[in-house]
């Protein structure tokens, strides 16, 4: 029984998250309808990642197992047509060993946040972006934000539902940059708790808003009190950017996903 690692891209809007959910639509649900339709039985997909309701993705991995033998190519193609026209799209498919999981084989997962710093309405961007209308000091949040680097209990930033076994997380990169109107949010960890993209980046608006220093957000750190924590930042600026695999020789693959 062959297994294929798939590369999606989502826009998460109609969708309420990736986990597959009785009478609601899911990244998940439409990927095994799809396979469904391609192979005549249901099989399940094995995401590297559940993200929320109205969270994006441009690099959401997943595994199958076929019974069927198919060439790569048949499997990605076959599975974007049968998506239509859900906002899913299969960008590759590839064979991979028995043994890859798209989870727990996973070395870094890598998020993008995306802001537009302006007053008027977004047109275009709307459900892409968070609208923040006040000026924000993007090199005050970025400063801010290496204070958060490293291996920490980020309890101060973990939804209360979260099901991690530990608060404990390392944080490899939390880098922050502007674009013009655009405020754009990228960090990497191996593993995040549930919730704490979005806790850090709505603390970040606050240092970005002159109203907490750098200090002040690593004050709320070492609290581990999540009642410190900023204001969560709504689900439609995130977008799960590229997972990190080790390759066969055991070397770890990244190809740079985000670039601030």
Not at 121 to 128: A, G, I, T, V
Request: glycine fraction near 6%; charge should be neutral; aromatic fraction near 6%.
């Amino acid at each position: 029984m062959p297994r294929y690692k798939l590369t999606i891209e989502y826009d998460g809007t109609p969708f309420a998250g990736w986990q597959v959910q009785a009478g609601l639509p899911t990244v998940q649900g439409v990927l095994m309808d799809a396979l469904e339709r391609l192979c005549g039985t249901r099989v399940h997909v094995a995401g590297a990642g559940r993200t929320d309701a109205g969270v994006h993705a441009t690099g959401q991995v997943a595994h199958i197992d076929l019974e069927r033998d198919f060439r790569p190519d048949t499997v990605r193609d076959a599975m974007t047509a049968h998506l239509r026209p859900h906002p899913v799209a299969v960008l590759a498919a590839e064979k991979v060993a028995d043994d890859f999981d798209a989870r727990f084989s996973a070395r870094r997962r890598h998020y993008l946040y995306r802001m537009v710093n302006r007053r008027p309405d977004l047109s275009l961007e709307r459900d892409r972006a968070w609208r923040v209308p006040q000026p924000l000091d993007a090199q005050a949040m970025h400063a801010a934000a290496q204070r958060l680097l490293g291996q920490h209990d980020f309890s101060a930033f973990r939804a209360a539902e979260c099901q991690a076994a530990s608060p404990v997380k390392t944080l490899d990169q939390l880098d922050v940059a502007r674009h013009g109107t655009e405020i754009r949010i990228v960090t990497s960890a191996r593993s995040f708790l549930h919730h704490q993209v979005r806790s850090m980046v709505g603390s970040l608006l606050r240092v970005g808003e002159g109203r907490w220093s750098g200090d002040d957000l690593f004050a709320v750190l070492k609290s581990a009190d999540r009642t410190r924590c900023g204001p969560m930042a709504p689900a439609c600026g995130l977008y799960l950017a590229h997972v990190d695999y080790e390759d066969a020789a055991g070397a770890e693959t990244e190809i740079n996903p985000v670039n601030l």
